[in-house]
């Protein structure tokens, strides 16, 4: 799929998904079919409107579901450095599920944007090829400037 249909289809999806209540989406995803797990959390595929979704389904703690916490990027656990996210060769805690999806937005958004170029990782990645919305910072590279 090429860049601007791929940022249609991402379009078309985003506004799909976000005029459903909580309660069908939480549906939506227990009827995707697994895609497998590991130390972040569970994944299901979807199909929207004729299009393949990855979602990656991490858990909220309490603390993080905290009035004050919700949406926070902060270290809320208080965890040491270097249990930042992706250290270490079996992974790590990382500093919650907020954190993770802010960095999923931000990359959604550089491409969104247009000055990087971000490509699904291949099969053998947790992802398959060709799910729509699939970002993460690993895949990004900035486009070259004209």
């Given at each position: ?78 965890l040491?450095?270097?249990?930042h ?56 590279v ?5």
């Open positions: 799929m090429d860049s601007p249909a791929r940022l249609r289809t991402h379009a078309d999806l985003a506004s799909t998904l976000a005029l459903l209540s909580d309660s069908d989406l939480a549906e939506l995803v227990a009827s995707g079919t697994a895609a497998g797990s590991g130390i972040g959390g569970r994944a299901v595929l979807l199909e929207v409107d004729g299009v393949r979704v990855f979602v990656k389904r991490v858990p909220l703690t309490d603390t993080e579901l905290r009035p004050h916490h919700v949406r926070s990027t902060a270290n809320v656990f208080d040491p450095v270097p249990c996210y992706g250290i270490g060769a079996i992974g790590s805690p990382g500093f919650g599920a907020w954190r993770e999806l802010a960095v999923h937005e931000m990359t959604t958004n550089w491409v969104r944007s247009g000055p990087f170029l971000c490509n699904s990782p291949t099969s053998a990645g947790p992802w398959p090829t060709g799910a729509a919305g699939v970002t993460d910072s690993k895949h990004c900035r486009r070259p400037r004209t």
